[in-house]
């Protein structure tokens, strides 16, 4: 038996984007590049990224800091709804809130967020095969950021809805053998300069 390894997974939102959301802001490209820098030295087997041309375009600007890391362009990393809760999972006080906030999804949409959420669980979480240590990088959306630090948490699945991560901020997981996930970081923005921080959140939420 090979046995298994510490999987260390590096989750980050993607830079901040313009406002038709076809790419990054001058300020997104910095901050996509100030996160390469920051993570230069870690022997990251892949860097994962969603579809879309902000996390694309984050994940490339990563890429150019780090060394000779594939990148691998994957549905499961990109921007949905990973699961839709129903009412009686939600605390009453917040119930409408969250409704209000999902009631824009489509049948169509739920179905396929749940069946890639589910995907990512099963891609990204638990340690690896193997005798070594693996580090991987996932560039994606807040939503499944707060999918994975949800499971790492062992919270409820409704528990993703009210996570809130910035642009290019860094959360880290550990997956060691044996033992519950680990968040060692999370929403960690001490790369970036005061002024390209706390992007992504409303105004009210910048400390």
């Keep these: ?6 999987r260390y997974l590096c989750l ?3 830079g901040e984007a313009l406002p038709d959301e076809s790419g990054l802001t001058e300020a997104g490209r910095q901050q996509a590049t100030l996160l390469g820098q920051r993570l230069r ?3 990251f087997t892949a860097v994962h990224h969603g579809p879309l041309p902000r996390a694309a375009q984050t994940a490339r600007l990563v890429r150019d800091q780090l060394k000779s890391v594939p990148a691998l362009v994957s549905e499961i990393a990109g921007d949905y709804v990973p699961y839709v809760p129903p009412r009686d999972e939600l605390p009453p006080e917040s119930a409408d809130f969250y409704l209000r906030f999902l009631a824009d999804t489509t049948d169509d949409e739920r179905e396929q967020g749940a069946a890639l959420g589910r995907q990512a669980l099963d891609l990204f979480t638990g340690p690896v095969d193997g005798g070594d240590d693996r580090h991987e990088l996932v560039v994606t959306h807040n ?3 707060a ?3 949800r499971d790492a948490m062992h919270a409820p699945k409704w528990r993703w809805l009210g996570l809130s991560h910035a642009n290019a901020a860094l959360t880290v997981i550990r997956y060691a053998p044996g033992r519950a996930a680990s968040v060692l970081v999370s929403n ?3 790369h970036l300069p005061t002024e390209l921080r706390w992007t992504g959140f409303l105004p009210e939420s910048h400390i």
């Design 1 to 6: 038996m090979t046995g298994t390894a510490t």
């Design 12 to 14: 980050a939102r993607h």
């Design 41 to 43: 030295g870690i022997p």
């Design 143 to 145: 939503f499944l950021v």
């Design 147 to 149: 999918w994975l630090v």
């Design 188 to 190: 960690d923005m001490r």
